[in-house]
């Protein structure tokens, strides 16, 4: 039975995968014709992807020296195509750290403050008006987000309704990861999941096992002005994204792995949002979890989330 290929740790001696060997692994594993079906939209694009783009290696597999080389490479491109000054960083996840988030939805009114700053925060295409985060205006009495209605345009929150924000649910059982047929996605020591968008090929597998509909496909590049850019950028979060790729929401870990809330939780105005480590006794998280009843979505799934909702008793 043929194997996902695999990425040996950094400094084992052990031949690293190129971008290629990695979609000819794919090939053996989902089958020819399936993978050629998955990424058929997407066979145009590589004529806009640079050699050195194409051969770059695996996040996982890069040394600190090679990582400076390619954030230089990527601040370079991002000046020359859109005109804006950006620092890439690794920004790497915090020892000791579990991040979790929660929404009190006895709170939550449904004003759509947090999809906004996401769009602005994470450097999404203006055009599409993209943002990882949905909000569900449901009927109350329910969870089943089949129920959910995302095109509101009246005044909130409206009778009988409540409002229900979906975004990743960084997921401990990921079905994402299991799905993605060649590693570009993996879940961190803080429980954030990241994709490294230079390693994705973009059959959308992610796209199509995630059950809360959290990953987005860019089907075009980026068109973000350069004085709306944010310049303060990381590589595993909220750097422009290449078009043909599947992103998805990182808890803004630009911003948490510094020591900062995320920019959907500081914008919004009912103080919905709750956010910290979970591994803090002393944290708000913590104390919401000893003191509240949480609820998961499609918990029936076994996805076990991060990400958790409850009521005001």
């Not at 794919?26 to 079906?37: E, I, N, R, V």
């Not at 090679?66 to 370079?76: H, N, S, Y």
């Not at 890439?88 to 996840?93: K, V």
Request: charged content about 25%; overall charge negative; proline content about 7%.
């Amino acid at each position: 039975m043929n194997e996902t290929p695999s990425f040996p740790p950094q400094g084992s001696g052990s031949p690293v995968l190129s971008r290629r060997t990695a979609v000819k692994g794919a090939c053996a594993t989902l089958g020819l014709a399936a993978f050629g079906a998955a990424i058929s939209p997407l066979t145009k694009l590589t004529e806009d992807i640079s050699a050195e783009e194409f051969l770059q290696q695996h996040y996982q597999e890069l040394s600190a020296k090679d990582k400076q080389k390619v954030f230089a490479r990527l601040e370079a491109e991002t000046k020359e195509e859109y005109g804006a000054e950006v620092t890439i960083r690794d920004d790497r996840p915090i020892p000791g750290t579990k991040f979790v988030y929660a929404i009190n939805l006895s709170l939550c009114n449904g004003n759509g403050k947090c999809v906004e700053a996401c769009h602005r925060e994470n450097n999404h295409n203006r055009q599409t008006n993209e943002s990882y985060i949905r909000i569900l205006e449901m009927p109350i009495g329910t969870m089943d987000m089949g129920k959910g209605n995302i095109t509101y345009s009246h005044a909130v929150p409206a009778e009988g309704k409540f409002y229900l924000p979906v975004q990743c649910q960084q997921c401990d059982n990921p079905p994402c990861v299991h799905a993605c047929p060649v590693q570009a996605t993996w879940k961190e020591d803080d429980g954030i999941v990241v994709v490294d968008y230079n390693w994705c090929i973009g059959c959308r597998y992610c796209e199509a096992a995630c059950p809360y509909h959290a990953r987005r496909f860019n089907w075009q590049k980026p068109e973000v002005p350069a004085d709306e850019i944010n310049p303060d950028q990381s590589y595993l979060s909220n750097r422009i994204r290449p078009q043909g790729v599947v992103e998805k929401c990182t808890y803004c870990l630009h911003r948490t792995r510094r020591g900062r809330l995320p920019a959907c939780l500081e914008a919004c105005p009912t103080g919905a949002r709750v956010f910290g480590n979970i591994l803090d006794p002393e944290s708000e998280i913590r104390w919401l979890f000893e003191n509240k009843r949480v609820l998961i979505l499609k918990e029936h799934l076994g996805t076990e989330p991060s990400f958790f909702y409850f009521f005001d008793e």
